[in-house]
């Protein structure tokens, strides 16, 4: 019997990517909102990695939630770097 692998967070990324190219394509998203979009998903897949998490089963809503905490505290680093 072969295993079955669970869903991990690259497999939706690329299936997410290639639905936003497919609404663009029929006029339904704008290329401004795929790269606003795209920026926070290289940051949460920044904090996955961080975090040590590839399975969409690890993903829950304190983990959104201190993705959310760490996304600000990333911001105003970045902020005050700016001299």
Same mark, same amino acid.
């Given at each position: ?8 967070? !690259?497999? #939706?990324? &690329? ?9 663009? =394509? ?19 897949? !920044?904090? #996955?990695? &961080? ?9 829950? =809503? ?22």
């Amino acid at each position: 019997m072969k295993e079955r692998q669970l869903p991990t967070w !690259s497999q #939706l990324l &690329e299936s997410f990517q290639g639905h936003m190219g497919q609404q663009i =394509k029929i006029g339904k998203l704008r290329h401004s909102t795929t790269d606003r979009y795209r920026q926070t998903l290289r940051e949460f897949e !920044s904090f #996955l990695t &961080e975090q040590k998490i590839s399975l969409l089963a690890d993903i829950n =809503k304190p983990l959104v939630e201190s993705f959310k905490v760490w996304r600000v505290e990333r911001i105003k680093k970045r902020r005050q770097s700016r001299g």
